[in-house]
């Protein structure tokens, strides 16, 4: 039963009684597992283009900027980075001084290559009159690793992933934030400028804002464009309710109700206001330094031209239906363009009539469009690409992570286990529809898949429920091509020691 205390809690989030009360019994009844028709694979819903084609896409991509069409690089970064630093967090508690793990050694053994050392050695000399080099060689290492995790140092373990100094420059460090400007300079501008929208968090949105201003001029000066930077937050009427392991809910000592954010699905919230024809969209931590850009660059420029390419196409045949003059060679040309290039499948589709047959195809076309740059499986936790059922009966490709995958479906596991390709967060996607509408992207997401996961707070155990993950159920009924893009495109970090890996250095 609620107060009327939870009924003002909830109204100042602009979260319904419905809404909530709908959350409480997903965590009752669970969501469930998605039924798979195969997993992706190259010329099995995975495309390649070879490099006649990938020219092509590039110049098409290239056509379509110089139109004036708008364009945005939209960045989920609200992440703090204390997960990447849970190995050096554990070493501070741990009843050793000395580096003992693998990875505390590789960390120490490697100091000087991170782009923070001089920002680290500085702090050190202020707190303790030494170096951190110096500091490591008389045993201080947990002072090294205080020094850069704590708020009276760099307070790295508390600041966002996008703002911490990833690369080395001969002109400075750059954060991943810097990257994802340079980046959109070189393959999301248009007609000299350049539009980059940041989600973050609300404890962070002036730290970027302050960083943005230091920076800007800068790499407008380097690129010879205008930046329009833009930032939002999470929405507080996407936040869901925790409850007890009994299903009861979870409260807070004051009585209040605790809500915790929505997980990235709730992030379609944000895409939904923004107001592009295409919007490229990458995380925070996928960026490379400038000697490593090409191949990114390249391979953007391909999956937009893909983009732009097969949307024209399905709006052509749009406006073709809506003449009604059209024969019946055209409906089998547009089924096969929705089979082939769309892959997707409608299993009982010779059953329609031809005036079915036609509300069918406007349906399944005019909707938003996603290219999904897909990488090969090389083993990295995470979403793959599949081909699955949907709720209206039809087949189309899916990113679906392992959660929602019924694993005690010996064949599902044998499709996602040997499963070729990954999933590294590399979209880019049409917003509008052939007649320059916004598409109302709140539509096109399965409100039957999310995540529940088991947490806890203040030393008890709760349920926390996720929504549909941005680029799986909240783009569930996106028109999705899968592209196979080169693995040097992908380069995470997700952990501190990942910066020493070659691609970043």
């Known amino acids: 039963m609620l107060t009327q205390q939870d009924l003002n809690q909830i109204a100042a989030k602009g979260i319904s009684e419905e809404k909530l009360n709908k959350q409480i019994e997903e965590f009752k009844t669970g969501f469930p597992f998605l039924k798979l028709d195969s997993a992706a694979a190259i010329d099995h819903g995975i495309f390649a283009p070879n490099e006649e084609e990938t020219s092509k896409y590039v110049s098409s991509w290239n056509d379509y900027k110089s139109d004036g069409h708008a364009i945005v690089k939209f960045v989920p970064a609200s992440g703090a980075a204390s997960r990447m630093f849970k190995d050096l967090f554990a070493f501070l508690d741990a009843d050793y001084d000395v580096p003992t793990t693998d990875f505390e050694r590789e960390f120490f053994d490697n100091l000087k290559k991170f782009a923070f050392r001089k920002e680290l050695c500085g702090v050190c000399h202020d707190t303790d009159g030494k170096c951190m080099k110096e500091l490591a060689a008389d045993g201080q290492y947990k002072t090294v690793v205080r020094n850069l995790l704590t708020e009276t140092g760099l307070n790295y373990g508390q600041l966002p992933k996008g703002l911490l100094l990833f690369h080395s420059y001969e002109d400075g460090p750059r954060t991943p934030m810097e ?11 248009s007609n000299g400028e350049a539009n980059v929208h940041f989600t973050v968090s609300h404890d962070h ?5 302050k960083k943005v201003a230091e920076k800007q001029d800068k790499y407008e000066k380097m690129f010879g464009v205008r930046y329009n930077i833009s930032f939002s937050e999470q929405k507080p009427s996407t936040d869901t309710v925790a409850v007890n392991p009994d299903n009861t809910l979870f409260r807070n000592a004051d009585g209040s109700m605790l809500f915790r954010p929505g997980g990235h699905g709730a992030l379609i919230e944000n895409l939904n206001d923004i107001d592009a024809d ?3 969209i990458k995380n925070i931590d ?3 330094p400038d000697r490593l850009k090409d191949e990114t660059v390249k391979y953007k420029n391909v999956i937009a031209g893909i983009l732009v390419e ?6 052509s045949y749009l406006r073709k239906l809506d003449t009604g003059k059209y024969s019946h060679e055209d409906l089998e040309e547009i089924i096969r363009f929705v089979q082939r290039t769309l892959c997707c499948r409608k299993p009982d589709l010779k059953e329609l009539e031809d005036a079915e047959l036609v509300i069918y195809l406007k349906q399944k076309l005019n909707r938003p469009m996603r290219v999904c740059g897909v990488v090969k499986n090389v083993g990295e936790p995470g979403g793959g690409p599949f081909l699955t059922y949907n709720q209206d009966g039809t087949i189309s490709p899916q990113i679906l992570e392992s959660s929602q995958i019924d694993k005690s479906n010996e064949e599902y596991m044998r499709m996602f286990k040997e499963g070729t390709h990954f999933n590294p967060v590399d979209l880019v996607c049409a917003l509008k529809d052939y007649k320059g509408n916004r598409f109302d992207l709140t539509k096109y997401v399965d409100k039957t898949t999310g995540f529940i996961s ?7 155990d709760l349920k926390a429920l996720e929504l549909p993950g941005l680029w799986n159920g909240a783009m569930s009924d996106w028109n999705t091509i899968f592209v196979e893009v080169p693995l040097g495109t992908f380069n995470p970090v997700k952990t501190v020691n990942d910066l020493l890996r070659e691609q970043h250095q």
């Open 278 to 280: 295409v919007v490229f």
């Open 179 to 189: 990257e994802h400007l340079v980046e959109a300079a070189l393959y999301a501008s």
């Open 310 to 315: 097969t949307q024209e196409k399905a709006f």
């Open 454 to 460: 088991s947490k806890s707070k203040n030393g008890k």
């Open 286 to 288: 996928n960026v490379v």
């Open 205 to 209: 949105i002036e730290l970027f804002k």
